[in-house]
């Protein structure tokens, strides 16, 4: 069974850093869309970031743009979000998703496989 795990949260002060790690498992996301998505306490899950099957396109929600980013190792199936800056309106859990899709993509719907997500909190 297909299965996407993120590890790497934790508790980090302002403006410090932290890169979280999707790793896939039962199959192969070679091919797919990878993106990180998060949700914060009383809010809706918002994107944060997608990055194209060869790693050639990216795409950024403009509040991170500059401060994070995303990269993938599709020999090892993973995904990264390299996190730096950070600031307390950071705080969720992150999520990591796959969608079968040639470009990339930012809407939630087209996502088909989730991660159960990674606690992220920015003290100030």
């Known amino acids: 069974q297909a299965q996407l795990v993120e590890s790497g949260g934790g508790l980090v002060q302002a403006g410090g850093s932290l890169r979280l790690s999707c790793a896939a498992s039962?199959?192969?996301?070679?091919?797919?869309?990878m993106g990180w998505f998060r949700q914060a306490p009383g809010k809706e899950r918002e994107f944060v970031a997608a990055i194209s099957w060869s790693g050639g396109s990216t795409y950024y929600a403009d509040s991170v743009k500059g401060r994070f980013t995303i990269f993938r190792d599709n020999a090892k199936n993973t995904v990264y979000l390299q996190m730096n800056s950070l600031k307390p309106e950071d705080t969720a859990v992150y999520y990591c998703a796959a969608a079968q899709s040639d470009i990339v993509v930012v809407i939630t719907t087209f996502y088909d496989f989730w991660g159960l997500g990674t606690l992220v909190t920015v003290s100030s």
């Open positions: 039962g199959r192969t996301f070679s091919r797919h869309c």
